[in-house]
């Protein structure tokens, strides 16, 4: 049987010292979570993806016991029996034992329970249900899960319909399990899992939003988000993808381009879904900002994911002459080489050398462009409204619409960003429309 090998698990002196004083005073302090799950993965040679610190003690103490012993605390759910301990800059979270005694799908009553056993048997999969005392060495693990992470076997804890139906949200923890290590859901627990997928539901967008941003900080997310389109989870959740995800070919050729995206851009790994959500501008950023809102992302994160996938295509390429290059700078702004990166992901997932050399060779022409520093923007222009309307022009929208004449042309040539040449021609476009006062 596998079992832990303190070697491979070595938490900080912080996290030490938590455990050994609570045993001191006479408790227990048993180490759960994903830190111990993925030091048994790493065990064996599996990947865990990005390194995370331990953070996660169980114990008999109750949260009052914890904040009376330590001195720096933050009741942060006591009510669930949780206490953060600081040590340094460092946090740590201090969880009594507990047991569900009323669930709904959403949300969970719990009491405190009097042994780790208990405590492990309210948790969603096996590979989640283990624990391991530090000051003794003794490993916990009555599901079998390190046998299941051994043979690669995501499973639910006892009956797996009812560990889903007390909350819903272990459906997408499933699928981001499954799909980071690379692990089989057993047969069971898969049936019971698209069977729940209608209480998908009845989470908040904030748990939801938090699972999805999860995935997607994955090294590869594509396993993860196929199992939410094979077992039928998008409608509930992502309906702009379920479209896609319909053409397998088109939905295989999206996920490629997400995994060959940075794990550390997330958003912009989101937005190489939804630029294949439409063949237009329009329609794929009015997919972002559906999505986006429905699980109620910040409006920095909405209007970013919304606008990259608004500026994908029309795209330029290495043979536009430089005009068009600060046009689309000009459009593109401070995201343009968000844009580049996800257009060099899809050549990356495609496959093909010539993609690449051809976006590197146009990205090089508009990073060119760019390092010059040319005047894209009415606030580079040499001339302001307060100079129009010294020409006789009327205030209203004709000032700033004869300010993006003048600065189209200046894009054109911005050679004739100066201030003379500019208020003569805007002279000459003022008598042209007749738009001075009579």
Known sequence: MTRLDPSRFSPREGFRGIARRLEEEGFEAWVVGGSLRDALVRQIGGDTGPAKGERDLATDARPEEVMALFRRTVPVGVSHGTVAVLEGEDR????????????????????????IDEDLGRRDFTVNAMAWRPESGEVRDPYGGAEDIEAGILRAVGDPAARFREDYLRVLRGFRFAGRFGWEVESQTDEAMREAVDGLSVLSAERVREELTKVLGDPAPSAALDLYATRGALAHWYP????LAADRDAWLAAL??????SAGAANVRLAQLLVRASDTPDGRAEAAES????????????????RLARLYLPFVGPVDSAAEHRRWLASAGDEWEDVFDLHF?????EGTEEAERYLAATRDRVHDEWLREPPLTLVALAVKGDDLLDLGLSRGPIVRLLLEELLEQVIEDPDRNERVSLLEEARRLIEIGSLADA
């Not at 490629?256 to 995206?261: E, F, H, L, P, R």
Request: glycine share 10%; charged share 30%; no cysteine.
């Open 92 to 115: 740590y979270e201090v969880t009594t034992f507990r047991r569900d005694i009323e669930t709904d799908g959403r949300h969970a009553r719990v009491v405190f329970a009097a042994s």
């Open 240 to 243: 702009e993808l379920a479209g």
């Open 256 to 261: 490629g381009a997400v995994d060959a995206g």
């Open 291 to 306: 999505l986006l809102s429905r699980l109620r992302f910040s409006n920095a994160d909405r209007r970013y994911v919304t």
């Open 345 to 349: 992901a899809g050549a990356r997932a």
